[in-house]
């Protein structure tokens, strides 16, 4: 499986930085992005970034230099999306069960709220009557890599349910509220392209003139799956775009004008731009189990532990070596502390620098200082240029922050 950032630079950074450390690649996270504008022909496509999957500020100031726009999920996403600059008009706000103080101070920003319950509308309605609004309506379809990360379907916290439609116009109606955007999302990893489209079809069904007939925007949400273990084919994204793209050209007919077309990809657009170095410390035969032990831990990369998430690992330091199966572990406290079980690597050695795939996405974002231990730094590698785009703590500089915020 390939790297997106040349050896010999990562084993640089190494030794520059030390290790646990993250690297993106910036060329990679372009060549993503334009693909997107590639699959999907459509006059009036905007991109809407889903910022969870990796917050940092020089990442965003590179997609927005693109033309990407924000999906955000929390008032600091919207907070921080506007300080490096993304104009109101380019934030869409994902509500997802926020009090009622958060709901009038991401209001007071001035971005557009996509509200995905009937409790959130009705109080929406009650405070801001009159205004656009993007609805999130659940499309009635399960799907995605995990049952933790499938949006849609009856067992889900997200979005509307489509059979509560005549409750929806009801509350529009009460406070005159415009729906001026309709949005789905099925869930994460999403590898079929005919349950994608079910759920298109689902959302296109409701959006109908006479249900809505001032409809600026549909957004289709994300969940593009990226390949993650050797030999896993991607996704055909040109021909899923062209069936898109012409399946929606025929809305539009139908509907009467053309509306924008929207998606907001995380995973696909960061996953493959990054990846974890971590260094092998800890060598054990259990009983002919072999256990390599990192400097790194769940804390550092979560999605092993959280998600089951398969994450490829290349021996950087012995690529050549004798393959042993191996259970590669992490330095925490926790037996499920594990990036990689009865995995097949070439030889591991005490020393030797490994490069775990796929850390640009729900990595980092999603880490933690478990055990008080740091976060790592994170580097970025534009063409022959490398920087540091977040400085990484010690342990005592860690422990000083601590105790500094406390009261």
């Not at 380019?90 to 509500?95: D, H, S, V």
């Not at 869930?187 to 296109?204: P, Q, T, Y």
């Not at 729900?362 to 008080?372: D, E, P, R, S």
């Amino acid at each position: 499986m390939d790297l997106p950032i040349v050896n010999s630079t990562l084993v640089q950074v190494a030794s520059t930085y030390g290790t646990p450390v993250y690297v993106y690649s910036a060329d990679k996270i372009r060549r993503q992005y334009q693909s997107l504008h590639d699959y999907l022909n459509w006059p009036s496509l905007k991109i809407l970034y889903a910022m969870k999957a990796n917050y940092n500020p020089t990442v965003l100031s590179l997609l927005k230099n693109l033309g990407s726009w924000i999906d955000a999920v929390s008032p600091g996403d919207v907070l921080l999306a506007k300080r490096i600059g993304f104009k109101t008009k380019e934030i869409l706000y994902t509500a997802n069960n926020i009090t009622s103080d958060e709901m009038k101070a991401v209001h007071s920003e001035g971005v557009m709220f996509n509200i995905g319950s009937l409790s959130e509308l009705e109080r929406y309605g009650q405070f801001f009557p009159g205004e656009e609004i993007c609805l999130r309506f659940n499309p009635d379809i399960v799907a995605g890599a995990h049952h933790k990360i499938q949006t849609g379907g009856s067992l889900t916290k997200f979005g509307i349910l489509i059979t509560d439609f005549d409750q929806v116009k009801k509350v529009i109606e009460r406070y005159n509220l415009k729906v001026v955007g309709l949005h789905k999302h099925t869930g994460s990893g999403i590898k079929d392209a005919d349950n994608f489209m079910a759920a298109v079809e689902n959302i296109l069904t409701l959006a109908k003139p006479e249900n809505f007939p001032n409809l600026k925007f549909i957004d289709f949400g994300g969940g593009f799956a990226v390949p993650y273990q050797p030999g896993e084919e991607a996704i055909d994204y040109k021909s899923f775009g062209t069936c898109l793209t012409k399946r929606f050209r025929s809305f539009c007919d139908s509907y009467g004008k053309e509306l924008a077309l929207y998606f907001e990809p995380g995973k696909y657009m960061l996953a493959e731009s990054g990846i974890l170095l971590v260094r092998i410390n800890t060598l054990k035969n259990n009983r002919n189990r072999l256990i390599a032990g990192t400097d790194s831990g769940f804390p550092q990369l979560i999605r092993p532990v959280f998600y089951d998430a398969y994450h490829h690992i290349t021996n950087l330091s012995n690529i050549d070596g004798q393959a042993e199966l191996y259970d590669v572990c992490g330095n925490i406290c926790e037996t499920g502390d594990n990036f990689a079980t009865q995995r097949k690597l070439p030889e591991l050695r005490e020393g030797d620098l490994l490069a775990i795939h796929n850390a640009g996405a729900y990595c980092y974002a999603m880490g933690g200082v478990y055990n008080l231990r740091p976060m790592p730094p994170e580097i970025l590698v534009d063409g022959s240029h490398v920087s540091c785009i977040r400085k990484g703590l010690s342990s005592l500089e860690l422990i000083e922050q601590i105790l500094k915020e406390s009261i």
